[in-house]
């Protein structure tokens, strides 16, 4: 690990101002960016800690939530307004990592979180743009089954590997930042950027600019909603394909969906053109297959990564399929 | 200045070089071997330790100054004095290792489950996630204890100690919930 210095933030201000020279990086959990320090891969000249930030979680009018980017995410996950307004996100941060990272992890690294794919790690064996602007991309013809089959560039077909990021986008969660301009507040959908020319952004934060906090708006159909992840092994595993959906039935009609895809795009997929296409159908197989296609039109297979778009398909459905038939609110695992 | 951490009840000085993981200061610098190295990245649980008492973490991707002023406990903590933990007796009569490499893991991590798991933290088999009292089944030990990798396999026995310290029945068809 190359050396750095270790500073404490107490606050925001604190924290803006101790990571806005060039090099400095946030520290939370650590759990990724301390694993990348130790590959070589991240090589920051200071590390701010901003653990001690606020991780408080607390009620907006309405029933929406705040939430410090300090929150680990087991505080996050066990919260109870969170398991009930908004199942969907307890499930998908239980299906993260471990016990023991998602009680070290933060709601802002969660965020941040890096790719895991391998040739980004390999910094000595392998090309990576993300890594190294310019340089070319391994994966692209490489082993690229875990890759992305949605929002792709030839510069990059790396996958956001978050489970917790699905559910936020698929509730618009909105992120609260700070930075030495001044304080602003972005949706969650408009965070992380697809790939394009350069992979090496991948969110729109500007260099220095901290997360201090999520917003959950009120959202009372996300009470009926739940979170499903299809990976190689049970537990502890990246997903292949998951899904974050919840749905409001009217008279046997979508009266509103929202639905989000994990582990096929360089961020967390939206499923926009589903949504329009299931709103107003009736809730049932045809429509949700229908729709279903319709949104995986775009996607776009690598040499070892097709099987992700039909997994896609069949996840979407089966899961607008239980919410479908469990109706009551507080969806059981589906 | 104070930039110390308690280890085991112990107050010690932090190392000053902040690179070093919390599992290296254990081992390396207070010689406290208990503590496994196994993948130094994250993906096996041999290196957890608790903190503040029952807060189960990854001490490989834990860097040693982050835990200022907090306690940590390792599996050298667990017993008092000659007398084992309880689960460490449990782990002895369900046959809960073999190599025995990845049992100061499992050990602390099960601590740290049992206390997440009363508190009402859902796990992704949980079936309904708005109760707080969670049974202490066969499938919720299993997936709670996912991040401790065993490679001699001994999970059978791993999870039969850890769901009968707790209360629970080892078999899932008559799991009964611990009150």
Redesign the interface.
């Known amino acids: 690990m190359t050396p750095f210095t270790f500073a404490r933030a107490h606050d925001a201000a604190e924290a803006v101002r101790l990571g806005a020279p060039a090099g400095s990086k946030y520290l939370g959990g650590g759990t990724n960016l301390v694993d990348l320090m130790r590959e070589h891969v991240e090589q920051p000249s200071t590390l701010v800690d901003v653990t001690g930030l606020s991780g408080a979680i607390d009620e907006r009018p309405g029933g929406g939530l705040l939430i410090g980017a300090a929150a680990t995410n087991t505080a996050l996950a066990e919260h109870r307004a969170v398991r009930e307004r908004f199942p969907m996100l307890a499930r998908a941060i239980a299906a993260g990592a471990s016990g023991q990272i998602r009680n070290m992890a933060t709601v802002a690294g969660n965020i941040l979180q890096r790719t895991r794919c391998t040739y980004f790690y390999d910094h000595l064996g392998s090309r990576c743009n993300k890594r190294q602007p310019g340089q070319g991309c391994d994966a692209l013809d490489g082993i690229n089954r875990n890759h992305a089959v949605l929002g792709a560039s030839s510069a990059c077909v790396a996958t956001h590997p978050s489970d917790m990021c699905v559910a936020l986008a698929a509730l618009d969660a909105v992120v609260h930042l700070e930075g030495s301009g001044g304080a602003r507040s972005v949706p969650f959908t408009d965070f992380h950027l697809l790939p394009e020319d350069h992979p090496e952004r991948e969110t729109m934060m500007l260099p220095g600019e901290l997360i201090t906090a999520i917003e959950l708006k009120p959202l009372p159909m996300a009470a009926h909603s739940t979170y499903r992840k299809v990976r190689d092994r049970a537990s502890y595993a990246f997903a292949l394909v998951s899904v974050a959906a919840a749905l409001e039935v009217e008279d046997g009609m979508v009266k509103e969906v929202r639905l989000a895809l994990g582990g096929v795009a360089h961020q967390p997929w939206r499923a926009h053109t589903l949504e329009h296409m299931l709103r107003g159908r009736p809730a049932a197989f045809a429509a949700f297959e229908t729709a279903a296609a319709g949104e995986m039109l775009a996607a776009r297979p690598l040499r070892d990564n097709g099987f992700k778009i039909e997994l896609a398909q069949r996840t979407m459905v089966a899961v607008l399929g239980a919410l479908a038939a469990s109706g009551a609110r507080g969806a059981a695992r589906s | 200045m104070q930039s110390t951490v308690t280890i085991n009840g112990a107050e010690v000085e932090l190392p000053g070089?902040?690179?070093v993981?919390l599992l290296d200061f254990l081992r390396e610098h207070l010689h406290l071997s208990g503590t496994k190295k196994g993948c130094?990245?994250?993906a096996c649980?041999a290196c957890?330790v608790l903190?503040d008492g029952e807060?189960?973490?990854?001490s490989c991707?834990?860097?040693a100054?982050?835990y200022?002023g907090r306690k940590i406990t390792s599996v050298e903590g667990l017993a008092q004095e000659d007398t084992l933990h309880p689960l460490q007796q449990a782990f002895i009569e369900h046959d809960g290792f073999q190599c025995g490499y990845c049992t100061p893991g499992q050990l602390c991590?099960a601590v740290?489950?049992a206390a997440?798991l009363r508190?009402?933290?859902?796990?992704?088999?949980?079936?309904?996630?708005?109760t707080d009292t969670i049974e202490f089944s066969h499938d919720e030990v299993?997936?709670?204890?996912?991040?401790?990798l065993c490679r001699c396999g001994a999970y059978n026995g791993i999870v039969a100690a850890v769901t009968e310290h707790n209360g629970g029945q080892a078999r899932q068809s008559t799991a009964q919930e611990d009150a």
């Open positions: 070089d902040p690179r993981s130094d990245q994250g649980g957890t903190v807060r189960r973490i990854l991707l834990a860097l100054v982050q200022q991590s740290g489950m997440e508190r009402g933290v859902p796990s992704y088999v949980t079936d309904d996630i708005s299993r997936e709670r204890m996912s991040g401790n």
